[in-house]
Each structure stands twice: as structure tokens, then as C-alpha cells.
T-cell receptor, first 115, second 114 residues
Framework: AQKITQTQPGMFVQEKEAVTLDCTYD???????LFWYKQPSSGEMIFLIY??????QNATEGRYSLNFQKARKSANLVISASQLGDSAMYFC????????????FGQGTRLTINP | SAVISQKPSRDICQRGTSLTIQCQVD?????MFWYRQQPGQSLTLIAT?????????ESGFVIDKFPISRPNLTFSTLTVSNMSPEDSSIYLC???????????FGEGSRLTVL
């Protein structure tokens, strides 16, 4: 069974600083995808970034990058130059490429950006 | 991309009643999922909605409590039956687009049960 672990319930960061949100995963699948989502207080799930298990390069999307270390089974999200609007819940998730294709989520990290 | 219309966006319900949530997609999808997010918690998969057949439920969720329909490739409903305050949650529809394999979420339905 797949499992996602986020060990940081809450993070507090000064505006303009970089922040790393931790995510480790466990799976017996060879082919899988890793996702990060942002959830503001409105409740919608905002897709941030995706990393495929066979991708050799770390994914980047603007201020977001994913530090993918396959041997260590970690997929940490790095947000550079944090902004007040980055304050939200952040979820790491994993999805099988074949089969059920459902997303399995970690517990989430609440990020607060201080001015 | 896909545009997902999820209704209602929010509702306040009385204990013992049932509410049906709709999820409509503007493109053909292969998979449709329903998630629950209890207050302060992560997302938990309720079931996979299968077209023309019974949904596949995850451990801890049963059809009598959460009946699901999926009559075609672009529409599904989730009913929360005989609600109690513990059912107060955000319920989210998620789809996998047939053409691209990408996964999208609806905006969620925030239910409060009094």
C-alpha cells in the first residue's frame, strides 16, 4: 500500500525567505507520480507541481521546485522568495500511474508567512 | 484542462437528513473519485465512481451511507445519507481526463450538519 508522510504540522517563515516542506513516501510500485497541492482557507485544491518517478530532472514551476530523491523516497517542496499569499495548507500526494490511479495524501503542513 | 462544476458549494443541513452533491465535467474522463476532508484533516478517498456499475468503496466507507452514481462519462453524484454532525466536511470530486491523463479537483462542497 502507498503511504505519504509529512512530518511538519506547521511551519512559520519570514516573508521573502525560502521554505522547504518535507514529504516522504512508501510504495512498492515502480511507476508513480508525486504531487504537491496548496489549499487556502477557501478549501479549493490548487495544483502546484508534479514529479514522475522516472523523471531524471527535478520539477520546477516558477517559485516552486521539487527536490526529488528517489533512493531516499523523498519529494520535498521548495518555495523560493515566499510571499504572504503563500500562507495555506500544503499537501503532498502520490498516485499510481497504472491501476486505480487514485491519489493518496499526506497529513498536510500549515505554512504561515510572517511579514 | 477540465472545468469541473461541483454543487452545492456549501450547505447547512439538519441531522438525519440526506444531501446529494453533483459533479459535472466539461470533458470526457476515465476516473472519477470522491474525497472527504474533515475539519483540520487531510483528504481521504471515499470511493471511485464507476460508470454504469457500483462504486468501489475504500475501507471504512459503505454504500448505504455514501451512495454514488455515475450514469455517464462526465457526471457523478455523491449522497451523504442520514447525516450527523460528524459528517460536517468538505467533499471533493476529482477526475482523470481521458485525453491527457491529468487529474483535476472540483472546488469542493462544504457541508455543515447541525
Amino acid at each position: 500500500a502507498q503511504k505519504i508522510t509529512q512530518t511538519q504540522p506547521g511551519m512559520f517563515v519570514q516573508e521573502k525567505e525560502a521554505v522547504t516542506l518535507d514529504c516522504t513516501y512508501d510504495t512498492s510500485d515502480q511507476s508513480y507520480g508525486l504531487f504537491w497541492y496548496k489549499q487556502p482557507s477557501s478549501g479549493e485544491m490548487i495544483f502546484l507541481i508534479y514529479q514522475g518517478s522516472y523523471d531524471e530532472q527535478n520539477a520546477t514551476e516558477g517559485r516552486y521546485s521539487l527536490n526529488f530523491q528517489k533512493a531516499r523516497k523523498s519529494a520535498n517542496l521548495v518555495i523560493s522568495a515566499s510571499q504572504l499569499g503563500d500562507s495555506a495548507m500544503y499537501f503532498c500526494a502520490m498516485r499510481e500511474i497504472q491501476g486505480a490511479q487514485k491519489l493518496v495524501f499526506g497529513q498536510g503542513t500549515r505554512l504561515t508567512i510572517n511579514p | 484542462s477540465a472545468v469541473i462544476s461541483q454543487k452545492p458549494s456549501r450547505d447547512i443541513c439538519q441531522r438525519g437528513t440526506s444531501l446529494t452533491i453533483q459533479c459535472q465535467v466539461d470533458s470526457q474522463v476515465t476516473m472519477m473519485f470522491w474525497y472527504r476532508q474533515q475539519p483540520g484533516q487531510s483528504l481521504t478517498l471515499i470511493a471511485t465512481a464507476n460508470q454504469g456499475s457500483e462504486a468501489t468503496y475504500e475501507s471504512g466507507f459503505v454504500i448505504d451511507k455514501f451512495p454514488i452514481s455515475r450514469p455517464n462519462l462526465t457526471f457523478s453524484t455523491l449522497t451523504v445519507s442520514n447525516m450527523s454532525p460528524e459528517d460536517s466536511s468538505i467533499y471533493l470530486c476529482s477526475v482523470v481526463v481521458r485525453e491527457t491523463g491529468e487529474l483535476f479537483f472540483g472546488e469542493g462542497s462544504r457541508l455543515t450538519v447541525l
